[in-house]
């Protein structure tokens, strides 16, 4: 059983020792989140516009991309 106990609280040590890595990994995935759901939606409205009809695809994707260059000189995020 000392075995065991001393198991225990090495690996418990291991985890509080990663808690601070998990964190900083949280931020910086939790900056990224919306900027890869808003590309993905772009993404997903310029393919819904060329299943109707093709080059309406390209179109919005290209005012899409305009948009979103106007937007980052800006400095808007």
């Given at each position: 059983?000392?075995?065991?106990t001393e198991l225990l609280k090495a690996t418990a040590?291991?985890?509080?020792?990663?808690?601070?890595?998990?964190?900083?990994?949280?931020?910086?995935?939790?900056?990224?989140?919306?900027?890869?759901?808003?590309?993905?939606?772009?993404?997903?409205?310029?393919?819904?516009?060329?299943?109707?009809?093709?080059?309406?695809?390209?179109?919005?994707?290209?005012?899409?991309?305009?948009?979103?260059?106007?937007?980052?000189?800006r400095g808007a995020k």
């Amino acid at each position: 059983m000392n075995r065991l106990t001393e198991l225990l609280k090495a690996t418990a040590a291991m985890a509080r020792a990663r808690i601070p890595a998990l964190r900083a990994a949280a931020a910086w995935a939790a900056g990224w989140i919306p900027d890869a759901l808003i590309a993905s939606g772009a993404g997903a409205v310029a393919y819904g516009a060329w299943l109707v009809y093709p080059p309406a695809g390209h179109i919005v994707g290209g005012v899409l991309a305009m948009a979103g260059g106007v937007l980052l000189a800006r400095g808007a995020k």
